[in-house]
């Protein structure tokens, strides 16, 4: 048994190494009786700002824990630490076969998990390994060289490869520990196992990739790279293989489908195929660039302190005149902003952080609610063509050249004092009007939220704030419906999975996701249940 002891709190000049102390002298026990003990969680508490507060959770053994227990009832801060217990793997020995199609992170851990317990698993990706897709992406940053094929959208990890590596999630799941487990063994810091807020920085999460590949390879994995899935092989109404660049078929007992929420070419061919889609609500709207010091200073209280991270902030509220949600998304600490188009001729922008989120800017999407009452068409892939739509516009403000358009904060809210916009993305940004590049339903709340916003974080408004356009990739237009063991309801075999398919928002729920789809398969295929 080992006890867990919750809100430890440390001033900011004083040293971790003075948590036992603290411990032993809130529960009355001796120091040196401690053993095992462990950070299993870091947070920050700024609420009293400048007065910053660092707050643990520590684990640790003692050698009479009932006597410490009783002792201490009345404190609601100790428990007995009872870590989750997983599911062992199920192994099975039956030969079925799954094709996986998909990089991002349901398509990883799906392919793992199904390899780790017997499965033989195909992985399919229609990009470039990560080492490839980098310098292609740096190219497109420097000098515009646009490659629909691999980019920030397409590649090995899927669109979080170039993202701030965020690893929180509200979907509670015993699973957390393993995804975080795995990407530790892949080189991941030990430290995201404990820290409230965990990140990997898109240049850890590179490396991370690196050695997932070879973590699936060890396991038997096959990967195929510049290999899209061009149509499903349908027998009798079920899925029992998949079509690759229009030319080869690879024969599987199932599909596990994890496309990304970009990838508009696979939803048309499901649409084609007869697959069951439905329309799904989403958020569009802009990014936001304020100076690292600035935020710190709103968060903190201070520019700066060497034992803080750079600030992040989270902020949302309802439109009180048409009801939509405005919201912050996807906040990058100490980060740039990143032109991420996935088709030529459209502008899309999304944000991009580094593992020391040491960058002098930090960045945000601010998103408003769009749902099937905005798009142009009743049929599934109307949310589709509205983001082309605003995309082309966006690309086109821009100057054509994969620019991003921008304006000054204050320019945008019609307010004087604002100059010329100055924005970290690349390969640059060029001037234009905002609030042209989206329909009134999106910009109007957003400019009625923006106040808000700057109440509950005074300074948010300001001369320095620069908007950069368009985000439209916040999540997936559109859902491929699924029953309560993950298959689609029109075509039994294929197993929808991950952000693209519209039941997941981010690394964690997708990876969660996909460990979830595998697990299903698992179970089916160790009932003796396989689609014809």
Avoid at 271 to 299: M, W
Avoid at 410 to 419: P, S, V
Wanted: proline share 6%.
């Amino acid at each position: 048994m080992a006890l867990l002891l919750r809100e430890v709190v440390l001033d900011l000049d004083e040293d971790e190494s003075s948590l036992p102390e603290k411990v032993a002298a809130c529960l009355k026990v001796q120091v040196e009786n401690f053993e095992n003990f462990v950070v299993v969680r870091r947070g920050i508490d700024a609420r009293k700002k400048p007065r910053v507060k660092r707050v643990y959770t520590v684990s640790f053994s003692l050698p009479d824990e009932e006597s410490v227990l009783a002792k201490n009832s009345g404190n609601p801060r100790l428990a007995v630490d009872r870590p989750p217990q997983l599911p062992p793997l199920k192994k099975i020995s039956s030969g079925q076969e799954v094709l996986v199609v998909g990089m991002g992170p349901a398509g990883l851990f799906a392919a793992l998990r199904l390899a780790c317990q017997g499965v033989g698993v195909t992985l399919l990706e229609r990009g470039e390994p990560v080492e490839k897709r980098v310098s292609k992406v740096d190219r497109f940053w420097t000098d515009g060289s646009f490659d629909p094929r691999s980019n920030v959208q397409f590649g090995e990890g899927g669109a979080g490869t170039f993202s701030d590596g965020k690893l929180t999630t509200r979907v509670n799941s015993p699973w957390n520990r393993l995804v975080l487990e795995t990407l530790v063994a892949c080189g991941a810091p030990g430290e995201i196992l404990s820290e409230a807020k965990p990140h990997l920085g898109t240049d850890v999460l590179r490396r991370v990739l690196i050695n997932f590949r070879k973590m699936l390879q060890q396991n038997g994995v096959r990967i195929m790279f510049d290999a899209c899935l061009s149509g499903l092989h349908v027998v009798k109404g079920s899925v029992v293989g998949g079509v690759i660049n229009d030319s080869d078929e690879i024969a599987a007992d199932a599909v596990v489908l994890a496309p990304g929420h970009s990838a508009r070419d696979t939803y048309e061919m499901l649409d084609r195929t007869g697959v069951r889609l439905e329309q799904k609500p989403f958020a569009v709207g802009y990014r936001v660039e304020h100076p690292a010091a600035l935020i710190n200073s709103i968060q903190y209280g201070m520019e700066h302190h060497p034992k803080l991270p750079t600030a992040d902030y989270a902020l949302n509220c309802k439109d009180k005149e048409s009801g939509r949600g405005v919201y912050s998304f996807c906040m990058c600490p100490g980060g740039e902003v990143i032109a991420a188009p996935s088709e030529e001729g459209g502008m899309v922008v999304n944000g991009m952080s580094k593992s020391r989120r040491d960058n002098d800017w930090s960045n945000s999407a601010l998103v408003v609610t769009v749902g099937p009452d905005d798009f142009p068409g009743v049929d599934p892939l109307a949310g589709v063509r509205f983001q082309r739509q605003w995309e082309a516009k966006a690309f086109v403000a821009g100057g054509g050249d994969y620019h991003a358009p921008a304006q000054n904060l204050l320019a945008f809210l019609d307010r004087k004092g604002g100059g010329q916009p100055v924005s970290t993305c690349r390969p640059g940004v060029r001037e234009a009007d905002l609030a042209a590049l989206l329909p009134p339903s999106i910009v109007d709340p957003l400019k009625r939220s923006l106040p808000v916003f700057d109440r509950k974080m005074k300074g948010f408004v300001s001369r320095e704030a620069v908007l950069v356009g368009i985000e439209s990739r916040t999540s997936a237009p559109l859902r491929i419906v699924r029953n309560e063991q993950g298959e689609s309801i029109s075509h039994p075999g294929l197993y929808p999975a991950g952000e693209g398919a519209g039941y997941a928002g981010g690394i964690m729920s997708a990876a969660l996701d996909g460990i979830r789809v595998a697990e299903q398969l698992v179970e089916k295929f160790s009932c003796g249940v396989v689609s014809e």
